[in-house]
């Protein structure tokens, strides 16, 4: 066992910062302020991606035929914690990277890797992910957004929600179910559809995490080609299933919380604060919540690295980094209350990644699915439990 | 990072598991019923392949050391481990074992099984041979034989040794034997649940039952790995956190162990006890949860 960073790793990581404190603006706390799905995040990423790509720095760990370097798993892994810690600079564009760029790779037609993948590559695509449902959240299979084949193509009705950046995307990876290919998981579907097909409407929906993050999105008769279809129609759930194995330690969350924790510590420094025992104490216990957020989370990305398939290791790792988001967001609320309020912090940066580390923290536990799947997941393929009743 | 053990370890483990798995480790109720059984036959076992020495060979280290820790913690039956494995090699590489340990004046686990004893004070670290004589055992709940000792017949003998960092290696081997000890329980807790059945099904079928356990599960094995690496950092807040980190998750966890487990939990016939009163008594070793989190905090933040 070594819990060290290699020196090609810590090179690594030292050229992706300095990236970064050269690349991203003063007012960058500002920006990030907003939500990764911000019309401010998007229209930055638009610039800053495509410099990233110049760098060799958007997709090292892609195969050279995509534009990539075949850089190792450690590496994608350390560019993805800089990249959250610094507040995304990527915006949506973490998801071409992560996933959506490799499984066009894996599963795309010809034509389809053509004219999406490059795009990905040189940093000016944005997608968003019409998953959800209103009647379908966890319970993802039960969607029921149709499509029906038509002509040699097919027409798409129903509507999608939560759906982070598609006000400002240009493609959907879109679910939907084509009725008559059998029930549940096997008739699901997935599309690549232009979001300025028309039949297409979009609604942000007003939140707890700046305003333009989530949407809904309406679909009423959205004529698609057959080219449209990622896949076979009968494929589109283990597609996901692949999909989202390359997204199964998620977000490095922890990363943020731990840097945000230690902005907190010290302004609490600052005030003279720090040596009342009970603050020290519950600063303790978050820092150690994100440091077993973190050791989990390597230890999945460490199985993923050998290729040896990390399944409960992951799921384990996502219910420790909800917590971890949590128990420093909560530490912020408990002992500096003022950095939430206007007038009340020390109005600095400082504020401004307080706040915005907050608005991240409390989706932790929902957005790309709920802390208590995770748990369920834990307990039947890490603990051998039984499958609880239907 | 590598998170598997290299070939060394891994060897060295798999004969480890040989003996965890052997008549001598496992599962009988004491004769007098005490909640622990001592295992003088696994301690000296092991004591003669030289396991207690891992920490010190090269390709093994400390790691190893945490590693032999937590799986014979988890173990119904008692060795002194910790100890012997993580201070022992450095700080008195020539003490007789077992080694008992104390941080204060009062009754400390070992004591009446043990052959030398090191008192890790906050100013110095002394170190004693024991006699006959030296020990009173004294009656516990926790689930060790604890015992007391006055002024040792061959006297205290001063250790030449920083006593936080003392102090900081032994935080690394109570972290680690706190995860290995909730780790058994854990694990008896799970073999009940896979077959106990109540409402037509088994109890580990309820989600309610499910969820704590995975959580149990993630904050056990978080820990384990912060033990693991703090034993191979040396670093004092790495050292302090993992501990504290224990300490904090063993409350609720302990609760909903004996939860699960009903009534039989609460018998002498299963040995969840093993488990839970050396969880409980580590749980409040060297100022216990919060003085360990607010000492992890200084180390990282200064004070
Ligand atoms: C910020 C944010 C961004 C998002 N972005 C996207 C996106 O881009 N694209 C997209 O498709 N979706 C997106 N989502 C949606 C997200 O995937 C869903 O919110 C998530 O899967 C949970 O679904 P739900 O909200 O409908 O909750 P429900 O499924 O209604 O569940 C509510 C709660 O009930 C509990 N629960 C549910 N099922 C179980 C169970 N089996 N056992 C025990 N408890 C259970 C959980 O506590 C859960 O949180 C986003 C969500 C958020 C918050």
């Known amino acids: 066992m070594d819990f060290n960073w290699t020196d090609d790793e810590r090179r690594f990581r030292d050229r992706v910062r300095a990236f970064l404190h050269r690349e991203l603006p003063s007012d960058w706390a500002e920006v990030a302020r907003h939500g990764p799905g911000s019309a401010e995040q998007t ?50 564009q973490y998801m071409n990277v992560n996933w959506i760029g490799p499984t066009l790779m894996r599963y795309g037609s010809a034509e389809q890797q053509a004219r999406y993948i490059p795009a990905m590559a040189a940093g000016n695509a944005i997608w968003c992910q019409g998953f959800s449902e209103p009647e379908a959240g966890s319970d993802l299979a039960s969607l029921r957004t149709k499509a029906v084949p038509d002509g040699g193509g097919y027409v798409i009705d129903g509507q999608k929600i939560w759906t982070s950046y598609a006000g400002l995307a240009e493609t959907c990876f879109l679910l939907a179910r084509v009725p008559g290919a059998g029930d549940g998981k096997a008739a699901i579907a997935i599309f690549l559809v232009p979001m300025d097909t028309p039949g297409i409407e979009v609604r942000s929906i007003p939140s707890l995490i700046g305003h333009g993050d989530i949407h809904e999105v309406f679909l ?144 932790a536990g929902i957005a790309a699915g709920a802390a208590e799947i995770q748990l369920d997941l834990v307990a039947r393929r890490h603990l051998d439990l039984p499958r609880g009743a239907a | 990072m590598d998170f598997d053990p290299n070939d060394d370890q891994r060897a060295f483990l798999d004969v480890l598991e040989q003996m965890a798995t052997g008549p001598d480790a496992a599962w009988g109720h004491d004769p007098d019923w005490k909640r622990y059984q001592w295992s003088p036959a696994l301690d000296a076992t092991l004591d003669e392949n030289g396991f207690f020495d891992c920490a010190a060979e090269p390709d093994l280290g400390p790691v190893a050391g945490a590693l032999m820790v937590m799986r014979l913690a988890e173990l119904p039956v008692l060795v002194e481990a910790a100890a012997s494995t993580l201070l022992r090699p450095r700080l008195a590489p020539d003490l007789p074992r077992p080694v008992a340990v104390m941080t204060g004046d009062g009754p400390a686990p070992f004591l009446p099984v043990a052959r030398s004893v090191l008192r890790l004070a906050p100013d110095g670290v002394s170190a004693a041979v024991l006699d006959l004589g030296d020990v009173a055992a004294a009656e516990s709940l926790f689930a060790y034989p604890f015992g007391q000792v006055g002024t040792p017949g061959a006297g205290w003998q001063a250790v030449d040794a920083d006593p936080d960092t003392a102090r900081d290696l032994w935080r690394v081997a109570l972290a680690a034997e706190l995860a290995g000890v909730l780790k058994g329980g854990l694990g008896a807790v799970l073999e009940h649940v896979r077959s106990r059945r109540q409402f037509g099904r088994p109890l580990g079928s309820f989600q309610a039952v499910q969820h704590r356990l995975a959580g149990a599960s993630a904050r056990i094995e978080g820990g384990a790995w912060m033990a693991l690496r703090a034993a191979e950092t040396g670093d004092a807040a790495d050292a302090a956190q993992a501990l504290g980190w224990m300490q904090a998750s063993a409350t609720r966890i302990v609760y909903d162990l004996h939860q699960f487990m009903g009534a039989m939990g609460l018998t002498l016939e299963h040995p969840l006890h093993r488990w839970t009163y050396r969880a409980r008594w580590l749980k409040s070793a060297l100022g216990g949860a919060e003085a360990n989190l607010s000492l992890a905090a200084a180390r990282t933040w200064g004070a």
């Open chain 1, 220 to 363: 009423t008769g959205v004529r698609v080609p057959a080219s449209a279809r990622l896949g076979a129609e009968g494929e589109g759930w283990s597609i996901i299933s692949y999909a989202l194995a390359n997204e199964r330690v998620g977000i490095p969350r922890y990363e943020l919380s731990s840097r945000t924790l230690s902005r907190m510590a010290a302004r609490l420094k600052d005030e003279g604060r720090f040596d009342d025992p009970v603050i020290r104490a519950r600063a303790g216990s978050a820092a150690a919540a994100c440091e077993a957020a973190r050791m989990l989370t390597y230890r999945a990305v460490s199985m993923r690295a050998k290729g040896q398939p990390a399944g409960p290791e992951a799921n384990i790792a996502r219910v420790a980094v909800v917590e971890a988001d949590h128990a420093v967001s909560e530490f912020g609320m408990d002992f500096l209350p003022g950095a939430y309020t206007a007038g009340g912090g020390n109005g600095g940066a400082d504020d401004a990644a307080i706040l915005a580390h907050h608005e991240r923290a409390i989706v």
């Open chain 1, 43 to 92: 229209a930055f990423s638009r610039d800053f991606c495509p410099r990233l790509a110049a760098e060799g720095l958007l997709v090292p760990h892609w195969p050279a035929e995509w534009g990539g370097q075949g850089r190792p798993t450690w590496e994608h892994f350390i560019l993805g914690e800089e990249m959250w810690a610094a507040g995304e600079p990527r915006g949506a």
